[in-house]
């Protein structure tokens, strides 16, 4: 089980050095884009790894996957 | 602490019946059954995520008022992109940066405190925990001297519309970090009395779920605040 809060620890450093160097060109919409998508996969490995809600109830996934998905939307439709 | 290891050495080497337990022969009656959280552990069930239903809808409240306040933002920035971009220019996307990775980190130690607190290893758990407590401490330093700088230079709260979003949601999250800190310390001075242990480590489970929250509210307030633009 550590080993996969390790493993996990060391993909969201990846994924946080991956935004921070995609910041000078944040302006593009595509670059939103992408920043949204990592930020919404860095999320959900907190979530799933991290707060064990891999093997919690699917509607709990449901509901924290839309919070994530409107996020994301809401970026992306006003940086448009 | 130490009395409680007698107990548990006393008992036949950690028997059910040491650990306040039902010994494994006695058959727990239906309504027992229903409320043993391990029992229902086994079986995703809505109401008992980990860490307590009441800490997932606090949880799901936040995320959405973030979320709301973050949306908001954007919208207001679509409205007046060069005003906004000005005083965005401003921030210190390093430190951003560095707070990313400061409670991250956190995230990752606390996760393994209460991984390590279900399997007995109280001592490693509390080293754990203490790491945690460490790093919001560095996060609110971080955080603090960014603060620190922003209001020696006049960018108040009233300064124009993206500090107002900036103070509100920034410092919306300051007072969770600080209130995470609170909540570490404190259930890492009732796991070295042995209050918590892997028997009972439910209120463990709940604090870290809090501490989780607030790398999620920062997951979303980074790049939304200090790197879209």
Known sequence: ?80 | MKNNNKTLKSGSSGSGAARGLPPKSTKLTESESRDDPKTLRAKPQFFYPPGGILIWMIIVVELLTFTAGLGAYAWQRSLSPEAFSISQSTLNITAGFINTLVLLSSGFFIAEAVYLLKKGRVRSSLHRIAISISLGIAFLFIKGSEYSDKLSHGYDLTHDSFFTFYWLLTGFHFLHVLTGVVILSVLAVKIHKGIYNHDNYLDVETGAAFWHLCDLIWLMLYPALYLIK
Do not use: C, N
């Open chain 1, 1 to 80: 089980m550590t080993k996969e809060y390790r493993i996990t620890w060391a993909a969201l450093v990846i994924l946080a050095i991956a935004s921070y160097s995609m910041s000078g060109r944040s302006d593009e919409e595509l670059f939103v884009a992408m920043l949204s998508a990592t930020t919404v996969v860095k999320m959900s490995l907190v979530v799933l790894v991290f707060m064990e809600m891999k093997k919690a109830h699917p509607a709990w996934l449901l509901i924290l996957g839309g919070i994530m998905l409107l996020f994301a939307t809401l970026m992306l439709l006003f940086s448009a």
